[in-house]
C-alpha cells in the first residue's frame, strides 16, 4: 500500500517540528511528509529532527497559508505529483496577549489570517480530492483557549474559538464523504509559541511584559498579577511538543478518531467542565477565582 500523503504546517519548530519527524520515522513507512513553513531560513532544527528520513519519508516545502497564491500552487503540485493529499494537519498559529481595547486592528488581522483564514482556505483546498476519493482526515491544532476564555489573550482565544466552530460545523457533512475531522486541544505546551507571541506594545508573554503607556493602572497589576499567576500553574501541568505529536499520530492511526482531542486528562477534565454548566456563570466564577482578582 502505498504511503499516506501528509500535510503540516507550522514546521519550523514545535507541535508541527515534532509532529513531521514521528510520523516521517514510522517504522512501517506509513506516511510521505510535507512539512511545511512560511519561511525555509528557519528549517534548520526541521533537517536536525529529521535524520536520515530527509528527502525520504519526509520532505521540507515553503508554503504561506496567509497567501492564496502560496496555497493554490503547493495544493496543485501536490495534487499533481502525490495524487492529492490524505492528512492535513493544520497547525501553523500565532499568538497575541495585551489589554483588548488597546489591541490593533492590524494585529487583529494578523492573528486571524494565520489561525483562521489561513486554516480554512487550506482545508478549501484540500477536501475536494479528499470527496473524489471519500477517504482522508483533516486535523485542526487547536487550543484550550478555543474552549475557555483567558483574559488578555482575548484575540488569540478568538481565534481558536473560531477553530473550533469551523471543525465541528464541517465533520458531520465530511463524514458521508468518510472524511474524519479532529481538533487537538492542548494546554500549556513547551515550545517556542509562547515567547513568539506579539503584545499590543513590545515585552514578552509574562508578567515582565510591556504594556501600553496609557492603560489604567487597576488594569495594569491585573495584567501583570494575571500572567505571574499563569506562568506558576503552567508549570505543572506544561507538556512536550512530543507528547502532542504522538496524540496526533493516535489519531491519525485510530479507526475511528475522535472530533475533540483534549491532550492530557487534566485538560481532559477541564473541558468537561464547560458544559456542567450551561449558562458559563461557573466558568465565569472560575476564571476570576484563578486570577484571584477582587
Known amino acids: 500500500m502505498a504511503p499516506k500523503v501528509v500535510v503540516i504546517t507550522g514546521c519550523s519548530t514545535g507541535i508541527g517540528l515534532e509532529t513531521a519527524a514521528l510520523l516521517a520515522s514510522d517504522k512501517d513507512n506509513r506516511f510521505k511528509v510535507f512539512a ?15 535524520g536520515s528520513t530527509l528527502d525520504k519519508t519526509l520532505f ?63 482545508t478549501q483546498a484540500v477536501i475536494p480530492g479528499m470527496k473524489s476519493k471519500r477517504a482522508g482526515h483533516i486535523i485542526n491544532v487547536g487550543s484550550m483557549a478555543g474552549l475557555f476564555g483567558y483574559p488578555f489573550c482575548d484575540i488569540y482565544v478568538s481565534s481558536k474559538f473560531a477553530v473550533e466552530g469551523f471543525s465541528e460545523s464541517i465533520a458531520p457533512l465530511l463524514k458521508k464523504f468518510n472524511i474524519s475531522v479532529s481538533v487537538i486541544e492542548p494546554g500549556p505546551v513547551q515550545t517556542a509559541f509562547a515567547g513568539n507571541i506579539a503584545t499590543n506594545d513590545t515585552g514578552r508573554f509574562s508578567s515582565e511584559a510591556e504594556i501600553d503607556a496609557d492603560v489604567d493602572e487597576k488594569t495594569r497589576q491585573y495584567y501583570k498579577d494575571s500572567f505571574a499567576r499563569a506562568e506558576k500553574r503552567s508549570s505543572t501541568i506544561m507538556q512536550t511538543g512530543a507528547e502532542i505529536a504522538s496524540i496526533i499520530q493516535d489519531a491519525i492511526l485510530s479507526d475511528n478518531p475522535h472530533l475533540h482531542y483534549p491532550t492530557s486528562e487534566v485538560m481532559g477534565k477541564l473541558a468537561a467542565s464547560k458544559y456542567i454548566d450551561p449558562t458559563g456563570d461557573s466558568v465565569l466564577r472560575n476564571l476570576s477565582a484563578q486570577q484571584q482578582w477582587e
Not at 511545511?36 to 529529521?50: G, S, V
Open 60 to 122: 521540507i516545502r515553503q508554503l504561506d497559508v496567509t497567501k492564496e497564491d502560496s496555497i493554490v500552487e503547493f495544493i496543485d503540485k501536490i495534487n499533481r505529483e502525490e495524487g492529492g493529499v490524505d492528512i492535513l494537519i493544520n497547525n501553523a498559529g500565532v499568538g497575541q496577549a495585551g489589554v483588548v481595547e488597546k489591541v490593533a486592528m492590524s494585529q487583529i488581522r494578523t492573528v486571524y489570517e494565520t489561525n483562521v483564514f489561513g486554516l480554512i482556505r487550506l
Open 36 to 50: 511545511t513553513m512560511r519561511n525555509l531560513a528557519k528549517q534548520a532544527q526541521l533537517e536536525i529532527a529529521a
